[in-house]
């Protein structure tokens, strides 16, 4: 695979406006205020309650201390160093970026570091951050989220990427944590304005590829495949690339290294000691930060009020093979995410094992099965798949239907099969629907009209049982604090009960209550 096997080094990174291509799709772009941006600094006093509102701006630096005149340092040799090639590996980037020499005659205060969130707090999806230091800005991740019900004829939503275009000069490049849509399902429309290098693991960027090439953008824009454990210049920026656990192949979590210090950025995440076909997530490299020691943390808040762990990926596959024998003479439809790779493979797996075709419905479902089995992070026994078209010349009880749909979108697949509107398929008495995934906070109403449609049509829906989370829960979310040990806490990706949570988290394990911000 021509993403897989990239190992080519990047050094120049384009930032000019690109050509603006126009998209059928009805998309709404958020309106912001200018970013309000966080950045570290001198807690006031002991016992100083958190800042949690978002109107005031959070402009604080580390701490410094003000030293008399003195004469300048001479620069070492290792000062006049050039920095290294820009992927490297993860210790000497960090030795490079972060540590000054011992040479160095008189201690230089550090600069501040600042995060511009243009997304992703007080709501689920939309995820999108800048990071700057010094002259250096770097973006992470840049998603869409689903419109609310008041939004009449709006398919998504995307950020205000003003901020952005007015500071393109100083962006050295977009990072992406994973492929899910509220973290990449924006990319087309910010690279429609600017030009600007990508860098992430493999699948992520073979899903981006397939999004630019739907907007007239493939080959247009420099992809760069970074494998976790690696570290990337970008400026002052040392971006290092974590493995972590989540619902979908190749997800990773941030260390970024600057001169102000190392923020931890998590990304969407949860620890499975088992996951189906890819490692534990890298604890011992997150410790090992923490022994180094973290400015911040930037962790994952989806599932911070639910207590306990989450179940491993593994026990879905239990769950299948249980409603695969349920339903022995039935047709057999299952609504997952597109993105939701391992569940696909799951389902791949029992409908080979209980004799029966897979055909797969849906443009974004088409579209991500094909990529990650063109990468290998799919794997289909021969002549298992077959065409939409053909379903009508097998027996119910040997068919099993992959579709789009489950949080209730009114135009995907299983929504217009329930609405009649769906011109290759009609749900039958008796068919057997499952929904593997939960709803999106604020998709229930949408995801139940659906459910309640099918079942007027006589179908057997399962919603139940048959879904694992792939956010960490309450238990895990302590344990990356225990082992980071950062000096400030910034609840990311919730809405703000999920961040206030998290703050509370953050509190129990002894950061003090000046350190938490809810943003």
């Keep these: 695979s021509k993403y ?19 998209h059928k799709s009805h998309v709404l772009q958020a309106k912001s205020v200018q970013p309000k941006p966080f950045a570290a600094k001198t807690p006031r006093s002991k016992g100083a309650a958190p800042t949690d509102d978002k109107s005031v701006p959070l402009q604080t630096k580390a701490v410094q201390t003000r030293q008399p005149k003195q004469p300048a340092a001479k620069k070492t040799s290792a000062q006049r160093q050039q920095p290294a090639q820009n992927l490297v590996e993860t210790k000497m980037a960090i030795k490079q970026i972060s540590q000054p020499s011992r040479n160095t005659k008189s201690k230089q205060p ?7 969130f243009l997304g992703g707090l007080n709501e689920i999806g939309k995820n999108i951050t800048v990071f700057e230091c010094e002259n250096d800005m770097v973006v992470v991740d840049c998603g869409m989220a689903f419109p609310d019900d008041d939004m009449m004829g709006v398919d998504l939503v995307i950020p205000d990427f003003t901020f952005i275009e007015k500071n393109v000069d100083k962006i050295r490049g977009i990072v ?30 073979g899903l981006i590829d397939g999004k630019l090439k739907e907007h007239g953008l493939q080959g247009k824009v420099q992809l760069n495949t970074v494998k976790p454990g690696q570290t990337v210049r970008l400026g002052c920026f040392g971006v290092e690339f974590i493995h972590v656990n989540h619902s979908i192949s190749d997800a990773v979590g941030l260390a970024i290294h600057s001169p102000a210090g190392t923020v931890l950025h998590t990304g969407d995440f949860k620890i499975d000691c088992t996951p189906l076909k890819e490692e534990m997530i890298d604890l011992g490299r997150i410790a090992e930060l923490g022994q180094q020691g973290v400015l911040a943390l930037m962790a994952d808040s989806t599932n911070v009020d639910r207590p306990g762990y989450t179940p491993t990926e593994r026990k879905i596959s239990d769950a299948f093979e249980k409603l695969f024998l349920q339903a022995a003479d039935q047709r057999i439809i299952i609504a997952t995410f597109a993105s939701n790779i391992s569940r696909v493979q799951q389902i791949i797996n029992s409908a080979y094992k209980y004799g029966r075709k897979v055909a797969v419905e849906g443009r974004s479902m088409v579209n991500v099965i094909g990529t990650a089995a063109e990468l290998g992070y799919l794997q289909i026994p021969d002549k298992t798949l077959i065409d939409i078209d053909q379903i009508k010349n097998y027996p119910d009880d040997k068919v099993v239907l992959i579709t789009t749909g489950s949080q209730g979108e009114s135009m995907a697949a299983l929504s217009r099969m329930a609405a009649n509107i769906h011109k290759k398929v009609t749900i039958k008495p008796n068919d057997t629907i499952i929904f593997s995934s939960n709803p999106i906070p604020g998709n229930e109403k949408a995801v139940s009209r659906v459910i309640n449609e099918l079942s007027r049509k006589g179908a057997d829906v399962i919603f139940q049982d048959a879904h694992v989370s792939g956010h960490a829960c309450q238990e895990e979310i302590k344990l990356i604090y225990s082992l980071v040990k950062p000096k400030y806490s910034i609840p990311v990706h919730g809405e703000y009960r999920h961040l206030k949570a998290q703050a509370q988290i953050a509190s129990d394990l002894g950061i003090p209550k000046e350190n938490i911000f809810i943003l």
């Design 176 to 205: 992406i944590t994973h492929g899910h849509e509220d973290h990449i399902g924006a990319m087309p429309y910010l690279l429609k304005k600017v030009k600007l290098p990508i860098y992430s693991t493999a699948l992520t960027l």
């Design 110 to 116: 550090k600069p501040s570091i600042k995060a511009y």
């Design 4 to 22: 897989a096997n990239q190992s080519k080094q990047h050094k120049i990174f384009p930032k000019t406006a690109g050509a603006d291509v126009s």
